[in-house]
């Protein structure tokens, strides 16, 4: 929580979340419940699994993304039925509820289950679940999926993807808004995934985005703009290295979906105060702030929030451009769009 004086207004401001991954959702205290229940063995040669608490130790030196990816991943293993991912998403909705978010676009990375023999349908009817409750408990969310592809997987890994999400027709009957992708950053340049963007595109899916200058230079932000034509991108913190780029961004409304704690925690920055926020205000630069991995980098969207708010110093006006922002780029209807919109301006209104 922060001390600012604008605590309340960010806490009452309804919020819209494009970049939250559920497995990242998944706290080490679930990790071990779950695979107790399920009968997991925990890696036995890292002291970090002996305990939730050791776990949590750990969580505080992440060296690098591809360090973080490594945890990230065993955490999966414990997620084997319907119910676990129900138990996931429904927790993470609740959380998020409380803080205000009235708008999620919720990630998550089919290959690494069904790589496991955890098949997708398993998947979408614990997170479909969790949503059908969600309509019940939570009235003012609506609730998206994306499904991201894992860069650190052969290429045809996630063409394979793609295949078995098309014939789901998942895509088309309202589960899925959108296509991403994420993991390793390093070494997996836009171009590596044009036939696969470009077979989604051809085959009907409309909304990609990628997750790129988080730790990849602002090249592989361009490149995958012009190569991948997605309308999003997922961190994009690095395209402030160049200048074009930023002017670019601001005039095709491109939106940056930025996760300050996870730059901070990931080494991506060495503060806060480093992330480019007050050049892309400046700049027009479309974005919305997002808790990508809650349950690893210490805190849900609201922490992330406050930590922005206490870095910069942002003004009501900048909230409100922040606030208005985010909707604009989020992947639901123009009617719903306009809800989101009159939620805004009317907590923005009665706060001045
Ligand atoms: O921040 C991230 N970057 C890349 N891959 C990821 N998978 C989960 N979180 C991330
Ligand atoms: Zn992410």
Known sequence: MCNDKLHQLLQALPKCEHHVHIEGTISPELFFRLASKNGIT?????????????????????????????YYFVGFSALINASDFEALTYDYLALAYSQNVYHA?????????????????TIIAGMNAAKARAAVDFPKLSIEF????????????????LDELL???????????????????????????????????????????????????????????SLLNVSRIDHGRR???????????????????????????????DRMQDIPIREFLDANVRFSINSDDPAYFGGYIQENYCAVQEAFGLTVDDWGKIARGAI????????????????????????N
């Open 42 to 70: 925990l890696p036995s040669d890292d002291p970090a699994f002996e305990s939730p608490a050791a776990l949590h130790a750990r969580y505080q030196n992440f060296t690098s993304l591809d360090d973080f990816l490594h």
């Open 328 to 351: 604009a780029g989020s992947w639901c209807s123009s009617s719903r769009k306009e809800q989101l919109l009159s939620e805004v301006d009317n907590v923005l209104h009665n706060w």
């Open 239 to 269: 395209s402030a290295e160049d200048a074009d780029l930023v002017a670019q961004l601001a005039e095709s409304a491109t939106m940056l979906t930025l996760c300050p704690l996870s730059n901070v925690i990931l080494k991506g920055v």
């Open 167 to 225: 014939a789901s027709g998942h895509f088309f009957d309202g589960t899925l808004v959108g296509f991403g992708m994420s993991s390793t950053e390093l070494g997996k340049h836009p171009s590596l995934y044009k036939s696969v963007y470009d077979s989604a595109r051809a085959a009907g899916v409309s909304n990609f985005t990628a997750h790129y200058g988080e730790e990849g230079p602002s090249d592989y932000v361009k490149d995958a703009l």
């Open 146 to 161: 994306i499904p991201c592809l894992l860069r650190h997987l052969p290429v045809p890994s996630a063409h394979e993807l």
């Open 105 to 121: 676009e919720i990630f998550f990375d089919p290959q690494a289950h069904i790589s496991r023999n955890v098949p997708y349908h």
